[in-house]
């Protein structure tokens, strides 16, 4: 049986998912929680870097922060692309006010920034705020 890796959004286990179940809601082993939201959620530079390494699935993630008025807009777009992604894609964010040295490290200079990883390695980056259809548009280029 094939199986996919994906990280704990929540407490960062690794799991492994069989892939034909993937549509039946498959749950974090260790905390219980759900491996793939109807939503972006919030996660850890700890997590990022795990799920970023270990993922088998493409890892989109959301660079933003509360002050930034077109990532505030953005969120319910970023949203509505992570549910119609789901199985496909996961889309988190990652809080850059919160966790400065993430961003440095990666050398974003302005939010919102997209940025796409699979097997720990950027696969794309894309900057400024987008409508659901966009981003879902050019997530699914780089989805295998
Ligand atoms: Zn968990």
């Given at each position: 049986?094939?199986?996919?890796?994906?990280?704990?959004?929540?407490?960062?286990?690794?799991?492994?998912?069989?892939?034909?179940?993937?549509?039946?809601?498959?749950?974090?082993?260790?905390?219980g929680q759900p491996l793939m939201g109807d939503k972006a959620v919030d996660i850890t530079p700890q997590t990022f870097?795990?799920?970023?390494?270990?993922?088998?699935?493409?890892?989109?993630?959301?660079?933003?922060?509360?002050?930034?008025?077109?990532?505030?807009?953005?969120?319910?777009?970023?949203?509505?692309?992570?549910?119609?992604?789901?199985?496909?894609?996961?889309?988190?964010?990652?809080?850059?006010?919160?966790?400065?040295?993430?961003?440095?490290?990666?050398?974003?200079?302005?939010?919102?920034?997209?940025?796409?990883?699979?097997?720990?390695?950027?696969?794309?980056?894309?900057?400024?705020?987008?409508?659901?259809?966009?981003?879902?548009?050019?997530?699914?280029?780089?989805?295998?």
């Amino acid at each position: 049986m094939d199986y996919v890796k994906m990280t704990c959004l929540k407490c960062g286990q690794g799991n492994r998912a069989p892939k034909d179940k993937l549509n039946d809601a498959p749950k974090c082993a260790n905390c219980g929680q759900p491996l793939m939201g109807d939503k972006a959620v919030d996660i850890t530079p700890q997590t990022f870097d795990k799920a970023k390494n270990l993922d088998d699935m493409l890892l989109v993630v959301d660079f933003w922060a509360p002050w930034c008025g077109p990532c505030r807009t953005m969120a319910p777009e970023f949203n509505k692309a992570a549910q119609a992604l789901k199985g496909k894609a996961r889309l988190v964010k990652l809080n850059t006010e919160q966790y400065q040295t993430v961003s440095q490290k990666l050398g974003i200079r302005g939010i919102p920034t997209m940025i796409g990883f699979r097997d720990g390695k950027e696969v794309f980056r894309q900057s400024g705020a987008m409508p659901a259809q966009q981003i879902e548009k050019l997530i699914k280029t780089h989805t295998r």
